[in-house]
């Protein structure tokens, strides 16, 4: 396109001279180019456009010598210049000088003589006559609309190009990179230019060897920012001379990719001397003053990071430095055996008791005593070396040489830091119990120094950072047990989880919390890392919540940025709870509606009485595993102790030593195990139920003979008057010795359960018959009174009593006549030969019986069939009617007797005397 391009503009350049000068662009290569002869000189080139020259807002130049060009457009009126005439052109950027009119130069002339041609363009709209003078010289590119005359002794380097005619003397050279550098402004289309050069930039690291060659990228930036690299080729003499290849650069694609060899230590410059084309503006470098710290020759090695105790072999260790003639490193050091000093230095932590070991040799831990090492170098100045370190940290290792004999003064040193980091984490606990597995059988109760450790409690977790012993060693507590610790290990944030083994989650075990305590045992917070210290070890008060059999693991976060293994302990427990609870909700129910009686069987609210168990922790919380599988650790072999049995209930009321004595427990003293609900809640169930044979547990107060004061009715109450459910502290204690301490748990030594309950008004009670008698023609009733003891003005007697609710007349059941005297028989009655029913009349008997006449004189005694007979039903309403003290209470019984006129009433009539 360039190329059809340049052809379309000269195949118009007439139409360009002779029409308007700005109708066509010309390209600059059109207008300085090499010419026939090579020398730049060209005649009748096509015509710049200059149409917007305007020289009024152009600097004037003036005939003084000498002047100084700016960068830029310059004006100048044209004429004659001085003899000795001196033209400066700035080193950077490019000065354009328009000359309105001719230009006559005349002898010694020194225009721009040191300066590059690309710097300064001068343009004469007019002729140009160059005198013909040996001393003048001048470089530019010259451009004249009209004809040039040189001389043969004026030496141009640069270009003249004349749209007239040119006579051309015999000294004078193109320079073709004048045209590619130089700035026309808007004279010409210059799309072969490559810019300027902003600055030179080195790019390096800050510090080197001197026996390495510093790698520099040297890059020619076009911009400020480097943004944008100059396109042209650039020649260089940089500076120092110790540069490879060398200190002549030359390049074309922006940047080139050098060598720095610093060759003694010390601080190295980094500069430009000269430079085809100069840049713009100074050099810049990565370090603010363009110097490089050389340090001298040493040893060059890399320490892998290690496993504390591990030793790693095939270390190579090269030792290197400077060498005179060719200036670049070579091994110095082989074949051959050279003793070295080596010392190691503590980095992270800063101080330690384990030494480093070389080649099985423990070195100083420090320059002040290294240790003396022979080591074989080979042809390469390469050695091997053995390095182990049995702790853990950040290490140092140093290696030195110091010369003697003909390398007296030579001083070579070489370091490296390693990361040593442990194997693993042994976790462990100070405990007198054993875990062989994780089931009640293989895990005893947990004890510390013979101290119990419950659920709740604080105990010590012990936790090592220890050394490699063998590849694929398990991260467990029973294979590391034997591992070395490594005491500098100090981290920050462990994971530390607890695991619940048994009872499983499978089978309704609760993992629980697992708790860090402070140093007195009180619990502080939930756990799950903890900072481990340096140190032979780091020691946690931690605890459990719940009670079963626990794992505890570690994980490490990295560890100085190096992946690390954590520990695995054994199993941890048996947890056990800290102590029994025991509750009970047993109440009386009143046998009788609102009352129970004396000599009548007093059942338990929900029929019998019954306790729970529940195991607690440390803290009071229950345990919820406690009754999970075999974790209710209770000697089922021995029924005295479980299920528990009660101790026989006791009345409170020592005043009243006759009920005391009289108070019976009808059911089994042994309690039964309530099935379990499924759930974990920590508690067992037993009561004192009806089961095959057995009845429910029940009360009874055996009927006095007579009564006293004692049997006046009172109201029993759990926080009065009151009996208790009492429970031995043995039958309390389960297998590992875990028991009832209080309500609280708080008791020193094991305790008794005791329960207070109430829950009825008790009540000594009699049923009362009253004899009757009556014509043998007519039936006959005898009333029947429900008694109860009370307090009476003149002493306790019985009295009328109410809300009985249980002495019903299906109770009381048949009318039944025995002890028949006279001519009164049984037949004369029908079956039943009575009845009961409701009473009437003042006082309000509880009933009345009534028979039917029987036509037959004589008498009977009558009684009801539910107090008769050896199983009454109702036989807490007998009583000792013959008064003897001596056997039992007998059922209330009455004579009715029929035929007795005298029991009539006398009927006094009018004017009758009664005799």
């Not at 003290?885 to 035929?899: K, L, V």
């Amino acid at each position: 396109m360039r190329r059809l391009r340049g052809w379309l503009v000269a195949c118009l350049c007439a139409l360009a001279m002779t029409g308007s000068p700005a109708a066509w662009a010309v390209l600059c290569s059109e207008v300085f180019f090499p010419g026939p002869a090579g020398d730049g000189l060209n005649a009748y080139v096509p015509p710049l456009s200059l149409e917007d020259f305007d020289a009024s807002t152009r600097p004037v130049l003036t005939a003084a010598s000498p002047r100084t060009v700016p960068v830029s457009d310059s004006y100048w009126a044209g004429g004659i210049s001085p003899n000795g005439w001196i033209l400066t052109a700035p080193t950077a950027g490019t000065a354009r000088v328009y000359v309105k009119g001719d230009l006559f130069i005349g002898n010694n002339a020194e225009i721009n003589k040191n300066g590059n041609p690309r710097n300064l363009i001068i343009i004469v709209m007019g002729n140009l006559d160059i005198q013909n003078s040996n001393n003048t010289r001048l470089n530019a590119l010259i451009y004249v609309t009209g004809n040039v005359t040189i001389g043969n002794n004026p030496a141009i380097y640069g270009g003249v190009s004349a749209v007239g005619s040119l006579q051309k003397g015999n000294n004078i050279v193109y320079d073709s990179s004048a045209l590619a550098g130089a700035d026309f402004g808007a004279l010409c289309d210059n799309p072969d230019s490559v810019g300027q050069i902003d600055h030179f930039r080195f790019l390096h690291a800050a510090t080197g060897l001197t026996c390495s060659p510093l790698d520099v990228t040297l890059k020619a930036c076009a911009d400020a920012t480097c943004s944008r690299l100059y396109e042209g080729s650039v020649s260089l003499t940089l500076s120092p001379t110790s540069w490879a290849p060398g200190n002549v650069v030359t390049f074309n694609s922006g940047q080139a990719a050098l060598k720095l060899h610093g060759n003694m230590p010390g601080y190295v410059a980094l500069g430009v001397t000269s430079a085809v084309p100069a840049a713009n503006n100074p050099r810049q470098c990565s370090t603010a003053d363009c110097r490089v710290l050389f340090h001298d020759s040493g040893f060059v090695f890399d320490v892998p990071h290690l496993l504390a105790a591990k030793a790693q072999t095939g270390i190579v260790l090269q030792a290197v430095r400077k060498d005179a003639t060719s200036q670049t490193c070579v091994p110095a050091f082989g074949p051959a055996t050279r003793t070295l000093q080596f010392w190691s230095d503590y980095v992270d932590p800063g101080a330690g008791s384990m030494k480093v070991q070389v080649n099985d040799t423990a070195i100083g831990n420090s320059a002040a005593s290294p240790t003396a090492l022979p080591l074989v170098f080979d042809s390469e100045a390469k050695t091997q070396l053995k390095v182990r370190y049995d702790d853990a940290g950040k290490m140092r290792l140093n290696a030195q040489y110091v010369g003697t004999g003909v390398e007296s003064g030579l001083t070579m040193l070489g370091s490296d830091e390693f990361v040593s980091k442990p194997y693993g984490l042994h976790i462990s606990t100070p405990a007198d119990s054993t875990c062989s597995t994780a089931s009640v059988a293989g895990c005893a109760a947990l004890s510390v120094a013979g101290v119990p450790r419950a659920a709740g409690d604080s105990f010590p977790l012990t936790i090592r950072a220890v050394a490699w012993q063998a590849d694929g060693e398990a991260l467990t507590e029973a294979a590391l047990s034997d591992n070395p610790t490594t005491p500098n290990f100090q981290l920050n944030g462990i994971a530390l989880n607890s695991t619940l083994v048994e009872p499983s989650a499978a089978s309704g075990g609760v993992a629980g919390a697992f708790y860090r305590h402070a140093v007195d045992g009180s619990r502080q917070a939930a756990l799950t890392s903890y900072d481990h210290a340096v140190g032979a070890s780091t020691t946690l008060q931690v605890g459990q919540s719940e009670v079963g059999i626990y794992r505890i693991t570690a994980t490490p976060p990295a560890y100085l940025l190096q992946t690390i293994g954590g520990g695995e302990s054994a199993l941890i427990g048996r947890f056990t709870p800290a102590y029994l609870g025991v509750t009970s909700t047993a109440s009386l129910t009143p046998a009788c509606g609102a009352f129970s009686y004396q000599g009548q069987s007093i059942n338990f609210a929900g029929g019998q009485p019954g306790i729970v168990v529940t195991g607690y922790n440390r803290q009071g919380a229950v345990t919820n595993n406690y009754d999970r599988g075999s974790f209710w650790n209770w000697p089922v072999t021995d029924p005295s102790r479980y299920p528990p049995t009660r101790q026989p209930y006791s009345f409170s009321d020592a005043s009243k030593p006759g009920l005391v004595a009289r108070l019976q427990s009808l059911g089994d003293a042994q309690s039964l195990v309530i099935s379990d609900s499924g759930g974990a809640d920590g508690s067992r169930a037993f009561d004192w139920r009806a089961e095959g044979v057995r009845q429910a547990d029940a009360l009874l107060w055996q009927l006095p003979s007579p009564p006293t004061a004692e049997d006046l009715p009172f109201v029993l109450t759990s926080a009065g008057t009151h009996v208790q459910l009492k429970l031995l502290a043995g039958q309390l204690s389960d297998a590992d010795g875990i028991c009832y301490r209080g309500s609280d748990g708080s008791a020193a030594a094991c305790e008794d359960f005791v329960h207070a309950f109430g829950g009825t008004e008790l009540r000594l009670g009699r049923l009362r018959i009253d004899a009757a008698s009556g014509p043998e023609n007519q039936g006959l009733d005898l009333p029947y009174w429900l008694e109860s003891w009370q307090t009476s003005a003149g002493g306790p007697v019985f009295g009328a009593t109410t809300g009985d609710t249980c002495s019903t007349q299906a109770a009381l059941g048949q009318v039944v006549l025995s002890g028949f005297i006279g001519d009164l028989l049984a037949s004369h009655f029908p079956t039943p030969p009575g009845m009961l029913e409701a009473a009437s009349g003042t006082p309000l008997a509880t009933g009345v019986i009534r028979l039917p006449a029987p036509n037959h004189k004589g008498s009977a005694l009558v009684s009801l069939s539910g107090l008769n007979g050896t199983s009454p039903v109702l036989p807490w309403l007998l009583y000792d009617w013959d008064d003897d003290s001596n056997t039992a209470p007998e059922a209330p019984s009455a004579r009715a007797t029929f035929g007795v006129l005298s029991s009539q009433r006398a009927l006094i009539f009018r004017r009758e005397v009664y005799r």
